[in-house]
């Protein structure tokens, strides 16, 4: 069985005091058994943070997209709503406007519809009420 082992290269770094006990500190803390390790560690810690990062920044790109998509649905339907009020506003105005078109015939046989059937019994005796018809023009 052989192991893989990744190829080292020796490099120089000139460090600030800080970056130095930063290393040192991982060092004393077991974490690391040298100052190198300690900068591998801290250098893969950095790719898996860039990788992350750029995961979130992927799905930062399709949230907004997909947002947008929502955005533009909302004002479609928007639209849709305004278009649709406006197409009841004429729904409800055109029984006024048939009203005002039908004869005296017509309109006296809408009010016989819209009768109860005791106001229908009581019309047959004494008539249809000329004066409600001409009330409702």
Same mark, same amino acid.
């Given at each position: ?18 970056? $130095?006990?930063? $290393?040192?500190?991982? @060092? ?7 100052? &190198?390790?300690? *900068? ?6 950095? !790719? =898996?943070? @860039?990788? +992350?990062?750029? =995961?979130? +920044?992927?799905?930062?790109? !399709? *949230? ?11 004002? @479609?339907?928007? =639209? ?19 009203? =005002? ?10 009010? $016989?519809?819209?009768? &109860?059937?005791?106001?229908? *019994? ?14 409702? !023009?």
């Amino acid at each position: 069985m052989q192991l893989f082992v990744p190829s080292m290269h020796k490099v120089t770094v000139s460090l600030e005091d800080r970056h $130095l006990y930063e $290393l040192e500190a991982r @060092q004393r803390l077991g974490e690391a058994s040298s100052r &190198s390790e300690a *900068l591998r560690q801290i250098l893969n810690e950095y !790719d =898996d943070l @860039q990788a +992350e990062y750029e =995961d979130l +920044e992927r799905e930062y790109e !399709d *949230l907004h997209t997909r947002y947008e998509a929502r955005e533009d649905r909302v004002d @479609q339907l928007e =639209d849709q709503l305004a278009r649709r009020s406006q197409i009841e506003e004429k729904v409800e105005a055109l029984p006024d406007k048939i009203r =005002d078109r039908e004869s005296y015939q017509e309109r006296r046989q809408r009010l $016989l519809d819209q009768a &109860s059937f005791t106001e229908r *019994l009581k019309w047959k005796v004494t008539g249809v009420p000329t004066e409600r018809l001409d009330n409702s !023009d």
